[in-house]
């Protein structure tokens, strides 16, 4: 039979937190791109690699925060703890790969068109790969139409992203560029939960493995949570990191330091000179 399938069993209270997640991941993560992009070469790659970092933890972060609150009436939804983690490790590595295809590469149409495809499919396999760690007594099916949708919105989040990345530098318009991105990601994954469903097998049957989601995933956001709270503390102490650009360069018709002096002197020796000749 069908299975009644509810995403939101804890009302409002885990997609708004799943949204804040998401959020801050974007947020840190663009921040980190911004500051490879205005520092010194040598620090790019450890700035690439936590922005990297940052957005495929807020964003697991967030796909997981909004799992606890999906539940199928008829039967219990566990999670296997393997299948989980992988999915953690192939959003940061695949984020990874578009971050510093645009970091290295610039921000041409055609490197944004490729960063942006390719962060945007693994953004979409760990949402799949996370959907394959649950495991119930049952089948779980997608609508086909569903999914490509789920994707498309990953794929376009993904390279707006990245572009804002490359070419907004104030903090406010890269914290709107992180709001937006938000609601994208939080949109791909409630699209793709809105694809799914349940065929319940026979509620008498056996048992299934894998643990509970408070049981299992509680524990395991832990990790990614404190990694977000500790990138976000070396954001704020990072000065550079918060003006989002260089200090301007003096102008080359500026006048040089000590310079002022001598000009008022030499007025005033002309003017002697101009009033010894008229004596």
Not at 79 to 108: C, E, K, M, P, Q
Not at 157 to 180: C, E, H, I, K
Request: glycine share 14%.
């Amino acid at each position: 039979m069908d299975g009644t399938v509810d995403g939101f069993r804890y009302g409002a209270v885990t997609p708004v937190a799943a949204y804040l997640m998401a959020c801050l991941g974007g947020a840190l993560g663009l921040r980190c791109i911004v500051r490879s992009l205005l520092g010194a070469q040598s620090w790019k790659t450890g700035w690439l690699a936590l922005g990297a970092a940052s957005i495929g933890c807020g964003i697991w972060t967030m796909h997981f925060i909004a799992m606890i609150g999906f539940h199928v009436e008829e039967t219990r939804v566990r999670y296997d703890a393997a299948t989980t983690v992988l999915s953690l490790v192939v959003a940061v590595a695949v984020v990874g790969v578009g971050v510093f295809i645009v970091g290295h590469r610039g921000a041409s149409a055609v490197t944004l068109a490729v960063a942006g495809a390719i962060t945007g499919l693994g953004v979409a396999g760990m949402h799949y790969l996370g959907m394959a760690a649950m495991r119930l007594n049952g089948d779980v099916g997608y609508d086909p139409v569903g999914v490509a949708l789920s994707v498309l919105i990953a794929v376009g989040a993904a390279t707006a992203a990245l572009w804002s990345a490359v070419t907004l530098r104030g903090f406010l318009m890269s914290l709107g560029a992180s709001l937006v991105m938000g609601v994208a990601v939080s949109g791909m994954h409630y699209t793709g939960m809105a694809a799914i469903s349940v065929h319940v097998h026979d509620t008498t049957g056996g048992t299934w493995a894998g643990e509970s989601p408070t049981s299992l995933l509680l524990p395991m956001l832990l990790g990614p949570v404190v990694f977000l709270l500790l990138a976000g503390v070396v954001v704020m102490f990072d000065p550079l990191l918060v003006l989002g650009e260089r200090a301007p360069a003096p102008r080359p018709d500026a006048p040089a330091a000590g310079s002022a002096a001598p000009r008022r002197t030499s007025r005033r020796t002309t003017a002697s000179s101009s009033s010894a000749r008229e004596r």
